[in-house]
């Protein structure tokens, strides 16, 4: 079992940043790949950013690339994603995942999810 546990969402005007967090327990860390989604009312769940369980490999939805940035800190059990020149259509409730195998782009790929951090930005 993983649990994962989001925050660093909030409130943000266009042009903004933000750096969302997710701890992760219950599982070694450094041994499997961390994805970034979200979910936009009225949308389907839509893939972020996704990282490597060493951090060499990241991925990026072509919406977000150049402007996020996705990380993690083994050491720490915590993945990151910086989240800058933000628009009102970042507007969504962002997820953390776990997948035990290398990172995917395609959200049913993943074994665990958090509970999602709200990030609004207005304009």
């Known amino acids: 079992q993983v649990q994962l546990v989001e925050s660093g969402g909030g409130l943000v005007q266009a042009g903004g940043s933000l750096r969302l967090s997710c701890a992760a327990s219950?599982?070694?860390?450094?041994?499997?790949?961390m994805g970034w989604f979200r979910q936009a009312p009225g949308k389907e769940r839509e893939f972020v950013a996704a990282i490597s369980w060493s951090g060499g490999s990241t991925y990026y939805a072509d919406s977000v690339k150049g402007r996020f940035t996705i990380s993690r800190d083994n050491a720490k059990n915590m993945v990151y994603l910086q989240m800058n020149g933000l628009k009102p259509e970042d507007t969504a409730v962002y997820y953390c995942a776990v997948r035990l195998a290398p990172p995917s782009t395609r959200g049913r790929e993943y074994d665990y999810w958090g509970q999602g951090t709200q990030v609004t930005v207005s304009s």
């Open positions: 219950g599982r070694t860390f450094s041994t499997y790949a």
